[in-house]
């Protein structure tokens, strides 16, 4: 998968999400806020910047 190793792969996945929804990336945390399908919030806290946000855009995907 390009996202898991592709910052630039990733961030396009990203800016996708941002045109629906609100997107917060604030070092090794990042928080999908949402209130479709249930959803309300989705935190990650990652042991670095690119693995936190991987794992937000992965568990916002698997709820769509």
């Not at 996708?16 to 928080?31: A, L, P």
């Not at 670095?48 to 946000?53: H, I, L, N």
Request: net charge negative; proline share 0%.
């Amino acid at each position: 998968l390009r996202f898991a190793s592709d910052w630039d792969w990733l961030m396009i996945a990203v800016e996708k999400i941002e045109e629906y929804y609100g997107v917060q990336i604030d070092g090794d945390v990042c928080t999908v806020f949402c209130s479709q399908n249930s959803i309300k919030e989705i935190i990650i806290v990652g042991d670095t910047k690119r693995e936190a946000v991987y794992e937000a855009v992965v568990e916002f995907i698997e709820t769509l």
